[in-house]
């Protein structure tokens, strides 16, 4: 359904192959068209506790424009973080040099207090700087100190998207026409997108409050683990698909095949530069050595917004006796943030999908799954009020429940009332979980 569910998907179809097939972390690799979409996979397989290694570049959490957006919102939680405020206090470029920086450190040392207690009181301090330097050094304590007001009440996509526009950082990125300024703009965007990812996921707990001292805390634990996997040992293979020439792989997922991202928008403009894509999509697919994944989001974040996307023209190239088309279970789940009409006995005239969503594979023999338990007293998606959660009129203590995120856990609790109305759970893998019913996605097992 989203970036976000396509990752999870991924990282537990790998799981799943490796429990199976006896597979080693060396045999699969996530082959995508720009590192921007490395984000979502490198979240999913941590979670998953999937080593991997990113081939050609930095871990997501490691590329310098991340670590500026970062600096600017670990100084609004800390103003004692020396490290970050050095990174940003001439980021974007403020006329702010390096002697002026060390002088700070200087007077912070002999006053035993921190860099940003010196810049609120710079403009009555003796240091030796000319009243120009001070006036800037104060317009850049006053902005932090603004960040830090709104903090108070705004949640961590909020805030952190205000401060990449006040602080500058957007227009310093957009300033880059090359292909390497375009890649640090796909990345911020990206870092936004995974905010915006956060605080979706965080809102169903009823103890989250989805700020951004939560999604600092957050990246901390992905980066310290990002460390730990510097060894050797075997891990999945992420990279672009031109790093991809010439390696061959037993299992092999293609992300984002989507229109605009694969093709790119930006390769569409002549035949040639579609001709080429195709060629790239080829080279992609025939890294694989025993079977090829091609995955696309229905929808997917820009800017933190969620935009319609639509499957790539090259999954309807392939002929079908070598597609088998299937559909994640987790995309059908409820989502408060889209329309409940997708999820619904809707006419399939009437759904906007191309082609390969609904095209009916080759009859293929499968092993006899086991039969799920279904509670008598569900309703249909359809015929529920689209504003709540489906089953927060059904549950009751005793039930057995699963949780995409979670797993399977027993309701043990229930309190509140209409809107606030919350579950206490104790889940198999996750210990007790309060949610509010209203955004968590419950299914009921038995």
Known sequence: MTDGDEGRYVASSIFENQMNNQAKNADFAVLYRTNAQSRAIEDALRKRGLPYRIYGGLSFYQRKE???VLAYLRLIINPADEEALKRIINFPGRGIGQTTVDRLIVAANAANTTMFEILKHIQTSNINLNSGIKTKLSNFCTMIESFQVMNQGANAFELAEHVCRVSGLIREFKKDGAPEGV????????????????????????????????????VALATDLDNEQKGDEEKVALMTIHLAKGLEFPYVYIVGLEEDLFPSAMSMNTRSELEEERRLFYVAVTRAEKQVYLTYALSRYRWGKLIDAEPSRFIEEIDDDYLEITTPKEERRFNPMLSADIFGDVPQSKVRYKKPLFRKPKPKKKAEQPARLTPKNLTKLSKTNPNTNLFDSKLIVGNI??????????????????????????????????????????????
């Not at 997108?193 to 600092?216: C, H, M, P, W, Y």
């Not at 809107?419 to 019913?437: P, Q």
Request: glycine share 8%; proline share 0%.
């Open 183 to 218: 890649t640090r703009m796909e990345n911020v965007e990206e870092l936004l997108n995974g905010i915006k990812d956060f605080v979706e996921g965080q809102r169903e707990l009823a103890d989250s409050t989805a700020d951004l001292a939560e999604f600092l805390e957050d």
């Open 401 to 446: 429940v699963n949780h995409q995120r979670f797993g399977t856990g027993e309701v043990v609790k229930i309190e509140g009332k209409g809107a606030d109305l919350k579950a206490e759970i104790k889940f198999s893998n996750s210990g007790v979980k309060k949610l509010l019913l209203r955004f968590a996605k419950l299914e009921i097992v038995s």
């Open 66 to 68: 991340i670590k500026d």
